[in-house]
């Protein structure tokens, strides 16, 4: 009696199936998202900030630059930012967090 062949040297149209161990991940976000530092505090004439670095992996949405009112686009590396010492509490710093370009928030005007 022949043997059958093992699930994973099956064949289709374009080549042997991958196991699920080689099949590729889906994309999104890694786990570089864990590793990356905890928010650090700003200060400035203008209050404390909270500044969370956000790498270009984790970059999935489009956002508008406070600064320069350009978009941040899917994939590129910014910042996230909010009032460390907000009037109304840490629930609304956080609700008004801004994303920034990295250049945008190193050289904005203090108001």
């Known amino acids: 009696m022949p043997r059958k062949a093992h ?15 080689q ?3 889906p994309p999104g976000r890694d786990i570089s998202r864990i ?9 400035a004439g203008d209050g404390e900030w909270f500044v969370q670095y956000i790498p270009s992996v984790n970059a999935i949405k489009t956002y508008k ?3 320069c009112k350009r978009s941040i686009i899917p994939g590129t590396a910014h910042l996230v ?3 460390q010492d907000h ?17 945008c928030w190193e050289t ?4």
């Not at 699930?7 to 161990?21: E, H």
């Not at 590793?35 to 200060?43: F, G, H, R, T």
């Open 23 to 25: 099949k590729a991940r």
């Open 108 to 111: 904005r005007r203090l108001w």
């Open 35 to 43: 590793l990356d530092p905890a928010p650090y505090i700003e200060k």
């Open 87 to 103: 009037i109304f509490g840490k629930q609304r710093a956080i609700e008004e967090r801004r994303h920034w370009h990295k250049h």
């Open 81 to 83: 930012v909010w009032q």
């Open 65 to 67: 630059c406070p600064e």
């Open 7 to 21: 699930p994973a040297s099956r064949k289709n149209n374009s080549g042997p199936v991958p196991s699920k161990w």
